[in-house]
C-alpha cells in the first residue's frame, strides 16, 4: 500500500525530543478537588452559564451551554458543586483571566444519565447538534466547533476525509500513544465522520518518527470494514498543519481564502476522531484528555486529565524540578507561556512543556533583518516573510495585507530559521490584531455613523408626516368650516333646538362619565398586552422566562460595575 | 515570551564567517600568484572598517558588541579590498573604506537597510575620483622579475622609499585595460590578444584567481548560504552577451570566455551580487537581477567609460531591486496572486 507522496514547499526540522514521553503508559490523573472551566474553550461564541453557584452538577452535565452558530457547549467533567462563576486565570496569550465556572467535586465522581447515540438512525443536523452540544471541539489545537467542521455543505458530500495524526510539534507526544494504544476507538470515531461526511476515501497522515503509532492505526484499520489508508508521511515540521498534510496527502492545496471542503476533503485531529467515538459509542461529552508533561520534569509522560484539571497538579504529578523558568502550553514552535499553573487544562492543552535554562536557553538579541530570505525559503504557507515583517514594522498594515498577511499560519518557521533571531511570528501577530482593531472600530464608526444617519432619516420623516397631517387637518377644518358655514346657513333658514340637550350640564354628572371612562379604559389595560405570548408550549414559556431572568442579571451586572466604581471614589 | 521558543543555531556572525572563508582560497590564490601585497591591502580594509564600524555605532547610539561581532564590516572591508588593485596606496583604500562603511552603510540605516552594496559603492567613488591610482594592479609573478616581499609590499602601499623603477615594474595593466586600450588603438582583438597578460582563457594569473573565487563561490552554495540564482544567471547574462557581441563581430569584441574569467566578473557574480541586503529577495526577482547585473556588466565593459563594470552593473541593479522585487511576488499557498485582495468571507 504506497502512496505517492507530495511534498509541501519549507518546513523545519527542529530536534524532535519525542522519546522523552512517548515509551510511557497512559497514566490516568486523579480527581483534583477543585475543578475550573473557562466558557471559552474554543473558537466562537462562549459558552453561555446554564449553572448556578450552590447548584450540585454530576459528571458529564452540561454546565454551559453553546452559544450561536460557531460555538460548543462546556461539562462537569466530575460532581460536585458550582462554588463560583468568576474570571479565574486561563490559558490564553494575554494572559488576562476570564469568565469561568468554578465547581467543588465531591468525590464521588458521579455521571450523568448517558447512552450511546445510534448515529446511522439520527438525522445529520440532529447528529451535528449533539455533538455540539457534547462539547466536541477540534483537540488538534485550533479548537474548532467539531460539529461545524463535519458539515459536507450543500453537496452533502465530501469525498476525502483525512485524519491527521501528524503531530509536528517537538516533544508533544499525546496523538502518538493515543494511536499506539487507541487506534480501535480512533477509528470507530472515524467511521462516524465518514458517515457525517459522505466520504468514500478515508486517509490517516502520521509523521515516519512515530512507526509504533503506524503499526497500531494499520492494524486496526485493517479490521474495519470500510477502507481506510493509514500513510507515513516524512518528518518534517509543520506537516501537522491541517493544509500542509492536506498537500503531501493529496497534492491539493486548500484555495487561499476558501475552506478545505471547497475542494472536497475534511481534516480532522487524531485526538477529535477519538472523543467523536466516546460521544456517540459512550454517550460521553468531551470532559477528558490526553496532555502530554515533558520537559524539564522528573517522568515526562502523558496523562489522562479531565478538563478543567489546574495544571499545577499534572506538573507535581509528573515531577516538578529545581530549576524551572516556565511552562508552555502547547509545543516551542506554536505554544504559549503559561501565566498562571492555576489556569485549568483546556479542550486545546494538548501539551504541557516545563522550561529549564539548559533546555530553553534565552533567546539571544535581534539583529537588523539581512533580508536573507531563509524565511522565505522556510514558510510553508509561501509567503515573503520578510517583507511582511518590513512592512509590519513599519505599520504599513495594508501592505502586509496585500502580501498576504492573514495567510500565515504562525508555524514559527520563519523566526526559527532567522539567523538575526528576529521574533518575526510576534510581528505578524502584531499585525494582523492591528487590522482587526481597525477593521472592529471602522465596524463601530460605520454603525454609528448608520445610526446618525437613520435617526436623522427618523426625523425628517417625522417631521414631514407631522407637516402632512397639521395641513390635512387644517385642510379637514377649512373643508368643516366651509360646511359649518352652509349648515349655518341652513340652519338659520330652520327653528333652534332646546339647549339643554346639547351638552350635560350638572358637575356631578360630569365627573361619572370621567369616572366611567376611566374604568373602561382600566378594563382595556390587560387587553393592550401583547396577545401573541399568551398560549405558548412550555417549553417557549421556558426560554422567554430565561430570557428575561438574565436580562435581569445583566441589568445587575451593569449595574454593579458602577457600584463598584462608586465605592472606588 | 512569545513563541516558538526555539531557534536554529545559524546567526549573521556565522554567515559572514562563512563568507569570509571562502573567500580564503581566493586570498591564497592571489599571494600565491601576485606577491603579498594583497595581505597589507586587507589588514589596512578591515583595520578601517572595524574603527568606521565602531564609530559610526558609538554615533548612532548603537550597542558595539553584537554588530561588531556580526562580521559585515569586515565582509565588506575584504570585498573591497579584493576589488581593489593591490598595490593601491593606503589612503585609497582608508577612503573607499570609510565611504563604504560610513555612507553607503550607516548613513542609509546600518546593517540591513542600505539600498547599495557598501562595497560597489566604496569602489565607484574610487574609479571615479582617483582613475590612475586604481591601476596599480600588481603585474602576476609569472610576467615579471622583480618579486616584492612582505616588507617592500608594505612600502609600496605606505609611499615610503621605494624606486619608481621598482614599482613600474611590478605593476602592469590588468588583461581588461590591455583589451581596452588596444581596441582603441584600432587593433583587432586577435592582435591585443597575443600579449603576454592574456592567458589561457582569460588573463595570465588572473584566470586562477577568478577560478578560486568561483570555487569559494561554489562552497557558499554548498552551504546553502546563496542560492544558485543570482551567481548562474549574472554569469550567463556575461557570457551570453559577450557571445552574442563576439559572434557578431570577433575582431571588436573580446570572447566570452576571456569576460567570463575575469576575477571581478567571479567576485561579483558569487559574492556581491549575491548580498542579500541589496540583491532582489524573489526567486525570479534573483533571476532578473542576476541576468540584468551581468548584461550591465557587459555594456559597461565595452561601451562605458572604465575598464570594468561589474561594480556600475550591481549598483544599477541595487537601484532596481524595490521594483523587481515588488513585481516578482511569487504566488503564496493556495495559488492566489498578490494582487488578488481576500475577500471578505
Known amino acids: ?569 | 515570551m512569545p513563541s516558538p521558543f526555539i531557534l536554529d543555531r545559524t546567526s549573521v556572525t556565522q554567515i559572514m564567517a562563512w563568507v569570509l572563508a571562502a573567500l580564503v582560497p581566493a586570498i591564497a590564490t592571489y599571494v600565491w600568484l601576485f606577491g603579498p601585497g594583497i595581505l597589507v591591502t586587507l589588514s589596512i580594509a578591515t583595520l578601517t572598517a572595524v574603527g568606521a564600524e565602531a564609530a559610526m555605532l558609538k554615533a548612532r547610539g548603537y550597542p558595539l558588541r553584537p554588530f561588531l561581532v556580526d562580521l559585515s564590516a569586515i565582509v565588506t572591508a575584504w570585498l573591497l579590498a579584493l576589488s581593489l588593485p593591490s598595490l593601491a596606496p593606503w589612503w585609497l583604500i582608508v577612503t573607499g573604506t570609510l565611504f563604504a562603511i560610513v555612507v553607503a552603510k550607516h548613513l542609509y540605516g546600518g546593517l540591513g537597510q542600505n539600498i547599495f552594496n557598501p562595497a560597489m559603492v566604496g569602489y565607484a567613488v574610487l574609479i571615479v575620483s582617483f582613475p590612475v591610482q586604481m591601476t596599480h594592479w600588481a603585474a602576476p609573478l609569472e610576467l615579471t622579475s622583480t618579486h616584492l616581499t612582505l616588507a617592500q609590499s608594505s612600502a609600496v602601499i605606505f609611499g615610503g622609499d621605494v624606486p619608481m623603477a621598482t614599482v613600474d615594474a611590478v605593476t602592469m595593466a590588468t588583461p581588461l585595460d590591455s583589451l581596452r586600450t588596444g581596441l582603441l588603438r584600432q587593433l583587432t582583438v586577435d592582435e591585443v590578444m597575443t600579449e603576454p597578460i592574456f592567458g589561457r582563457f582569460g588573463g595570465t594569473g588572473f584566470e586562477w584567481l577568478a577560478a578560486a573565487f568561483a570555487l569559494g563561490g561554489l562552497l557558499l552554495w554548498a552551504l546553502r548560504i546563496i542560492s544558485w540564482h543570482v551567481p548562474l544567471t549574472f554569469l550567463a547574462g556575461v557570457w551570453l552577451t559577450a557571445g552574442f557581441l563576439h559572434f557578431y563581430d570577433p575582431g571588436r569584441f573580446g570572447p566570452p570566455w576571456f569576460h567570463l574569467f575575469a576575477p571581478s566578473v567571479m567576485l561579483g557574480a558569487f559574492f556581491i551580487a549575491t548580498d542579500p541586503v541589496t540583491g532582489a529577495t524573489t526567486p525570479r526577482g534573483k533571476l532578473i537581477f542576476g541576468l540584468g547585473a551581468g548584461f550591465l556588466t557587459l555594456v559597461i565593459r565595452t561601451w562605458g567609460g572604465f575598464p570594468d563594470g561589474v561594480a556600475f552593473a550591481i549598483l544599477l541593479m541595487n537601484l532596481a531591486v524595490p521594483l523587481i522585487d515588488q513585481y516578482t511576488q511569487p504566488p503564496v499557498y493556495g495559488g492566489s496572486t498578490r494582487k488578488a485582495k481576500e475577500p471578505a468571507a
Open chain 1, 1 to 569: 500500500m504506497t502512496r505517492e507522496l507530495h511534498t509541501f514547499k519549507g518546513g523545519v526540522h527542529p530536534p524532535e525530543h519525542k522519546a522523552e514521553s512517548s515509551g510511557r503508559p497512559i497514566h490516568a490523573a486523579p480527581l483534583p478537588r477543585k475543578l475550573v472551566f473557562p466558557l471559552r474553550q474554543h473558537i466562537g461564541n462562549a459558552a453561555k452559564p446554564i449553572v448556578e453557584v450552590g447548584d450540585h452538577v454530576k459528571k458529564g452535565q452540561m454546565i454551559a451551554a453553546a452559544e450561536g452558530a460557531i460555538s460548543a457547549a462546556v461539562h462537569a467533567s466530575s460532581s460536585g458543586t458550582v462554588t463560583a462563576i468568576e474570571p479565574q486565570p486561563v490559558p490564553h496569550v494575554s494572559g488576562l483571566p476570564d469568565l469561568c465556572i468554578m465547581i467543588e467535586t465531591d468525590g464521588r465522581d458521579e455521571w450523568i444519565d448517558h447512552a450511546p447515540l445510534d448515529y446511522r438512525t439520527m438525522a445529520p443536523a440532529e447528529l451535528r447538534g449533539k455533538l455540539r452540544d457534547m462539547g466536541l471541539a477540534g483537540l488538534g489545537g485550533a479548537v474548532f466547533p467539531t460539529g461545524v467542521k463535519l458539515d459536507p455543505g450543500a453537496t452533502q458530500h465530501c469525498p476525502t476525509l483525512i485524519i491527521n495524526g501528524g503531530e509536528c510539534e517537538p516533544w508533544i507526544t499525546c496523538d502518538d500513544v493515543l494511536m499506539r494504544h487507541r487506534a480501535d476507538e480512533i477509528l470507530q470515531g472515524v467511521a462516524v465522520m465518514r458517515h457525517l461526511m459522505g466520504s468514500t476515501e478515508i486517509l490517516v497522515g502520521i509523521e515516519d518518527n512515530k512507526p509504533e503509532a503506524i503499526a497500531a492505526m494499520r492494524a486496526a484499520a485493517a479490521a474495519l470494514d470500510f477502507p481506510v489508508e493509514v500513510v507515513a508521511v516524512p518528518t518534517l515540521y509543520p506537516s501537522g498543519g491541517a493544509k500542509q498534510m492536506t498537500e503531501i496527502l493529496t497534492g491539493k492545496q486548500v484555495p487561499s481564502g476558501k475552506r478545505s471542503t471547497d475542494i472536497g476533503l475534511q481534516v480532522f485531529n487524531v485526538g477529535t476522531a477519538y472523543a467523536v467515538a466516546r460521544a456517540v459509542h459512550h454517550g460521553e461529552p468531551l470532559i477528558s484528555r490526553l496532555v502530554t508533561v515533558t520537559g524539564h520534569v522528573l517522568r515526562p509522560q502523558n496523562f489522562e486529565v479531565l478538563i478543567g484539571t489546574p495544571m499545577q497538579t499534572l506538573i507535581s504529578l509528573a515531577g516538578e524540578r529545581d530549576g524551572t523558568t516556565g511552562v508552555l502550553m502547547g509545543g516551542p514552535m506554536m505554544g504559549m507561556p503559561v501565566p498562571d499553573l492555576e489556569a485549568p487544562v483546556v479542550k486545546a492543552t494538548n501539551c504541557l512543556l516545563v522550561q529549564s535554562r539548559e533546555l530553553f536557553p534565552p533567546l539571544p538579541k535581534a539583529l537588523p533583518c539581512i533580508r536573507c530570505t531563509r524565511c522565505a525559503d522556510a514558510c510553508p504557507a509561501e509567503l515573503q516573510p520578510q517583507e511582511l515583517f518590513r512592512f509590519a514594522k513599519a505599520g504599513d498594515f495594508g501592505r502586509a495585507q496585500e502580501y498576504h498577511l492573514f495567510d500565515c499560519i504562525e508555524c514559527g518557521c520563519c523566526s526559527y530559521v532567522c539567523p538575526s533571531h528576529i521574533p518575526l511570528v510576534d510581528f505578524y501577530r502584531y499585525a494582523k490584531s492591528e487590522i482587526w482593531a481597525h477593521e472592529k472600530d471602522k465596524r463601530a464608526a460605520d454603525l454609528a455613523r448608520e445610526r446618525h444617519e437613520f435617526r436623522q432619516f427618523r426625523q425628517d420623516r417625522e417631521k414631514k408626516e407631522k407637516a402632512e397631517k397639521l395641513a390635512a387637518k387644517a385642510q379637514a377644518a377649512r373643508a368643516q368650516a366651509a360646511q359649518d358655514q352652509v349648515r349655518r346657513a341652513e340652519l338659520a333658514t330652520e327653528p333652534a333646538p332646546a339647549p339643554a340637550a346639547a351638552a350635560p350640564a350638572d358637575p356631578d354628572a360630569k365627573k361619572a362619565l370621567i369616572a366611567a371612562a376611566l374604568a373602561r379604559a382600566q378594563a382595556k389595560k390587560p387587553d393592550a398586552a401583547p396577545k401573541n405570548v399568551d398560549d405558548l408550549p412550555p417549553a417557549q414559556r421556558r426560554q422567554i422566562d430565561e430570557i428575561e431572568t438574565r436580562r435581569a442579571k445583566i441589568r445587575e451586572l451593569a449595574r454593579q460595575p458602577l457600584e463598584s466604581e462608586e465605592k472606588n471614589t
